[in-house]
């Protein structure tokens, strides 16, 4: 095979299972990089990437958007990278650069976002990756790949929000302790807040624990969630389903925030079924709802940065790439403790 080939993992068709795919190597535009990928994380969106959700992704699809690997071929104009340089790549590979988000500086907001996932051409299951200079970013030298693999999307999309909307001593609630909610615990508790894990499964308390939270909640616990009425300044709310919105919205402080970080199949009802919906709270009680998906550059650097000086390790389990398929399985039955990471041979 061609060394200008790629060799990768890609789903043909909607709902398929992923096989081994080919391409020749696209030529570099001048701000361009290739980077030969040595770690890819696995997540849910690469889930939904393969069924074909959102209207949005064109197949064959080669998924993967947690990506380290080394940087081995520039374009003509690109200045702050050089070969051998090891990066990490997120969801983001690119941006319009002309659309009033990007001339602010949130990148993450482009409105050409759509078109601008690392996946196109094709993205992290594979040998190498194209991408623009700006969204390779240098990862600290003692900084494990496996670790910041996760990090550029799993953190992204915790970090910013818990940034922007909590202070030391702020009382954060984190909902779900799986691939972002072990993250997003870490990060509330470096950034000095009260920390508290919120799950229907107690046995998640001693992990939950360990990953930073002062206090452990179950939410299938009615009267203890009637004791933490008004109890969260922030609520980050990463369980995909089976979230009793009520409950959570009473939890919230006046004049609280609730975070939905990145994609999942939420449905929070109009009304429900007490006297009073959790719509009719939100308007009572001033509450907020913010989503959380990617951040711009500048916070994807200052994530990185906090990361390494704080401590903040994903627990992952290494996958070699050949075994993607068993990997995107286990992601899917909800088995990963806590993100898989698949390395190449």
């Given amino acids: 095979m061609s060394p200008s080939t790629v060799q990768g993992y890609a789903a043909l068709s909607a709902g398929q299972l992923l096989e081994p795919f080919s391409y020749e190597a696209p030529e570099l535009r001048e701000h361009q990089v290739r980077v ?43 200045t702050g990278l050089q070969l051998g340089d090891r990066v990490g790549i997120g969801w983001q590979g690119r941006c319009c650069g002309r659309c009033e988000w990007c001339r602010a500086g949130k990148e993450h907001l482009c409105l050409q976002i759509a078109d601008c996932g690392t996946w196109t051409p094709y993205g992290g299951f594979s040998s190498s990756v194209v991408v623009d200079d700006g969204f390779a970013y240098p990862l600290p030298a003692d900084m494990p790949a496996e670790a910041a693999a996760v990090i550029m999307c799993a953190g992204i999309a915790v970090y910013p929000p818990l940034r922007k909307y909590s202070a030391p001593g702020s009382r954060v609630g984190v909902v779900g302790i799986g ?66 919105w009520a409950d959570l919205v009473m939890v919230l402080n006046k004049d609280g925030r609730l975070v939905l970080p990145a994609f999942a199949p939420l449905d ?78």
């Fill in 36 to 78: 030969d990928v040595t770690h890819c994380g696995v997540c849910h969106t690469d889930i939904h990437a393969v069924d074909g959700d959102y209207g949005v992704f064109v197949f064959p699809i080669v998924p993967g958007h947690e990506i380290v690997g080394r940087v081995v071929e520039t374009g003509a104009a690109v």
């Fill in 179 to 244: 691939g972002l909610g072990h993250l997003a615990l870490q990060f509330a508790k470096a950034l000095g807040c009260e920390v508290t894990a919120l799950s229907s499964s107690p046995a998640k308390e001693e992990e939950a624990r360990a990953f930073g939270a002062d206090h452990f909640l179950r939410t299938t616990d009615r009267a203890a969630m009637e004791d933490h009425e008004f109890g969260f300044d922030v609520l980050v709310c990463t369980a995909p389903a089976g979230n009793d």
């Fill in 268 to 345: 929070i009802p109009l009304f429900g079924d007490r006297v009073s919906g959790p719509m009719v709270d939100f308007v009572v009680h001033q509450l907020s709802i913010t989503g959380s998906f990617l951040g711009s550059r500048a916070d994807m650097r200052e994530m990185l940065a906090f990361a390494q000086e704080r401590g903040i390790t994903p627990q992952v389990e290494l996958m070699p790439m050949s075994q993607v398929n068993e990997a995107m399985l286990r992601v899917r039955q909800n088995e990963a403790r806590y993100r898989v990471v698949l390395v190449n041979e």
